[in-house]
DNA sequence: TATGAATGAGCCTTCATTCAT
DNA sequence: AATGAATGAAGGCTCATTCAT
């Protein structure tokens, strides 16, 4: 999202910026398979200036999930400074299922970048922030922690993308679903620890 | 699993689950990618014989999800006489997630397969009657329905293989909650109305 | 030369001896930088045949290198049961001059190759062999070893290169000028000390 | 070395040099494939800086090509003034050697560059000039030319370089065994005919 | 002149699939 | 039915070179 090392001719910038929203859509579209050929031809530019922004596809990966990381973090705490802990949550994850092009952001899962695995540890810790204030107004479980809900975030967009042909906005039914669980309604306890976060 | 059509030679039957296993585990180990060689190498045979057996990877693919479909339709067909509804709809989501090898059964998804089109929907109509029982016997809402269900079986492994270390049994956690989120505790109603199925 | 391990069905061995020499050829006139492509073109096969044939690049060019290495192996035992010790040795190198197509084989050094390092040892062994039985029959200086030796090997062939155009056989003169220097006839010691072998 | 056309300004005088240091240095280590990004980053320059002193890599090379017989023609021209024939050859012999970084500069070969094959005949006519003298003191053959010694430069260091482990100075060794066959202690003649010049 | 960026051509390699035995 | 071999179609990546600033 921010470059911070080099400052970038203003049309470099531009073609850097064209081919991270292209290879989105790609990825979205075509699963990780996708081809920089494609990723390239969307972008309107030559397969070879992607590897003159992105030294290989691992890295021009690592850079939208890294993004996607960053945006997520900024919506977190922003919405940590609102004033219902209830409605911050939800909306965290309102907010994040928009991000989340289709089904194929699986590959927020771990890859050995360390910017990224950096990027994700901060999104960790300000939606734990985001959890630790809305247990202590008891609107979630006493149970449940940030690294759940860490690992919830996919869940509503790949649970709805599992339907053939879903409406856009499934995943909101899901996402309620997932919420209402998290609620401190019930008294048993969950059948396995909470995991922890490395 | 069962063939119809064609009574198969001995040693071509043997052959012919011998691929499956291998596929299966190929798939699991190094996702939809995984090729054709070392599948044929992990089942001992040439790489030509698996074409003998599937037309193409998409046919062998469409083979391991049939087979799925058709175990879990078994499963849920088994359960539906057991005597009691809540335990029946948790205990198939419980044996279906052993059946599902790590992460990348995603490809539960829409395949123009009609043979796995028809087992899909078994499956579909097999969870529904679980899903009426556990809302006729009031453990489920009342606008949930068999679709849902269908397209949260995968939800909970595919959200504990979000976190980069976890415990094999992490999934029972999520279902768990995903669990308590389908009951009938809350009065609101669920944003998006329940998706049809094709 | 001689297949070890699997007896090749007669279509394949006929294309691997097809795609041995083509590469042969081709890497003699554009030097190590030949394309698989052209070397494919030259053969009659398919690109991806190349490497059904050899894994990689360097698998096929050891496999040149390690023929090569095996031929002048069979010469140079050959040659060491003949009466006379000079012509052998002159001999030796005369031969070998014959199968040293241009200037490229310079990659007789070293490659980390196992099999190719133990064929290069064999010949270096046989060309000890040879060198050894001159210098008792007093025909080259006592000091020559078989590694002097081994190492002269390209060398008529590669002066006679550097001519921008070169009659075919001139590479003799220079062969028979540097076997007059390792002859017995000056007294003085070499500046080096012989080097070792690994 | 000696740019002669046109009056570059200081920089870009000092840029030039840089570049032609770096490419003989890169060259001399990665062989004639070394990338123009690497000169390029070994001098410190921007790639296209590259190009606007040498319009193509052909060019590039040329120069170093050019450069190193000019250096060579300096010594020979210097060494024919000196006392003793023999010295003088071998020691020319000796200073071309060291010039040669490793076995990679045998693209001494042909060039279609008008410019490097005059600087080459210039050489050539110099190297002459020495052995004509040397022949005349008795110290090589009679049937020995010029243009022999021109073709075996490079011979020594390429010798050494065959060794997989070479002691940098073992050229030595080989260029005193060539030295003592161009000798005239033989009588017989040798096989092929002196090589013309063109 | 120097440079950051862009690019077309080409390279090695992989793979699903076909063919002949 | 099973297989060893062959292959066309990509795919990721590199590089010399060009272009605009």
Redesign the interface.
Known sequence: MISSARPLRADAARNRELLLAAAEEEFAAR?I?ASIADIADRAGVAKATVFSHFASKEELIAAIVGNHFAELTVVARRLLTSADPEAALSDFLTEAAHGIKQ?DL?F???DDDSRVTELRNDLHEAVSALVDRARAAGVVRAEITG??V??????PV??????????P??W????????????P??AEL??????SW?
């Open positions: 699963g398979d089904q699986t927020l899962r771990a690294t759940d860490f690992l919830l975030i996919c869940a790949h649970i709805a993308g599992c339907h053939p042909d879903a409406d906005d499934l909101r039914r899901y996402q309620a679903i997932i919420f209402d669980g998290l609620r309604t019930r969950l059948p396995q620890p909470p995991p490395p």
